[in-house]
């Protein structure tokens, strides 16, 4: 297509409909197993890290939507400032020159971010790519991006679990409540921390990407109690828009995390069992989780033991950057 027939703009609220018919079609030609609606977009759009003004840009030809891309910014910087992006290209339209476009503009939108909110730290662009987004994964390599890490979506049939492990009694089980919402979160901050690629979250982002998420499903998130501290919880979420795609009703294991000084007694074994178990009578068929290959806490075997299997695989791609524009 003739470039001067392409038009470029940032997004607003108005075009999710045009993303999610853009990310339905990238999903029939490399499949990734999500399905976003255009609800599930609208809520990831407007999350309080993302300034659709300044950190996004779409392309147009005419009507039709060929290209977005949109940079994050983390509440933490710790020392380093690893700010998200995403990009999507639609498949009659990936060429060389629009990859290059987008990831240009992905360089200097996340520098003028980044100089917004932490303009004392070392910038890095974090991306990821699906195993079967080929073209995609080309782009950012051409682009100097290096593939950092690997992560595993794994599954796990809720008709054959594997026998449970018990719960420990000293710690009280309880459901999720917004009461415990302070606690949670610092939970999720502690045990994170020594994640790669993670960073503190603030209350603002974790009640909107979280906690507030229509997708969150709070009667099978649980948590265990001491006092008023919680020292393991596992979260989830429903996503209707896959459960329509598939046939399939699964519940996304969107947390695990249990406090560093009780781990290797299977607590988040036994916390996960028991909220598999609930899900299997709450007529879910499957769940699902996503985990980084390399996990400290070696969470791969955690999850075997409890009836997952790796599914597929996502590459996370980094590229370090001279936060000074114009360098």
Not at 136 to 157: T, V
Not at 199 to 226: G, I, M, Y
Not at 318 to 327: E, K
Request: hydrophobic share 40%.
């Amino acid at each position: 297509m003739d470039r001067s027939e392409v038009t470029r703009r940032p997004l607003t609220l108005s075009d999710v409909t045009a993303l999610a018919d853009l990310f339905a079609t990238a999903e029939a030609v490399n499949p990734t197993g999500e399905h976003e609606s255009a609800e599930d977009i609208a809520e990831s759009i407007t999350s309080p890290n993302v300034d659709l003004e300044h950190g996004s840009l779409s392309w147009w030809a005419g009507d039709q939507l060929i290209a977005y891309a949109l940079v994050r910014v983390r509440d933490g910087a710790d020392p380093v400032h690893q700010l998200r992006f995403e990009a999507t290209v639609h498949p009659e339209h990936r060429t060389d020159e629009l990859g290059a476009q987008v990831l240009a503009w992905v360089e200097r939108a996340g520098r003028e971010r980044h100089l917004k909110v932490f303009p004392d730290a070392p910038l890095e662009l974090h991306g990821h790519g699906h195993e079967n987004q080929r073209w995609y994964c080309g782009q950012l390599e051409k682009a100097g991006y290096h593939r950092a890490r690997d992560f595993f979506d794994m599954r796990a049939d809720l008709g054959a679990l594997p026998p449970k492990r018990e719960l420990p009694s000293e710690f009280a089980l309880v459901t999720y409540e917004d009461k415990y919402f302070d606690a949670v979160l610092t939970a999720r901050n502690i045990t994170f921390a020594e994640h790669w690629g993670s960073t503190v979250q603030s209350p603002e982002a974790w009640r909107h990407l979280v906690t507030d998420s229509a997708s969150f499903r709070p009667e099978l998130s649980f948590l265990l109690l001491r006092g008023d501290e919680v020292v393991s919880l596992v979260l989830s979420d429903f996503y209707e828009s896959d459960a329509k795609a598939t046939g399939v009703r699964e519940l996304y294991i969107s947390h695990v995390a249990t406090l560093p000084e009780l781990r290797g007694r299977g607590v988040a074994s036994a916390l996960l069992g028991h909220t598999l178990e609930e899900a299997r009578a709450a007529g879910y068929e499957r769940a699902s989780l996503g985990v980084d290959a390399e996990n400290a806490n070696a969470a791969v075997g955690i999850y075997e033991r409890c009836g997952f299997a790796i599914s597929s695989r996502w590459y996370g791609y980094v590229r370090a950057v001279d936060a000074t524009l114009g360098s």
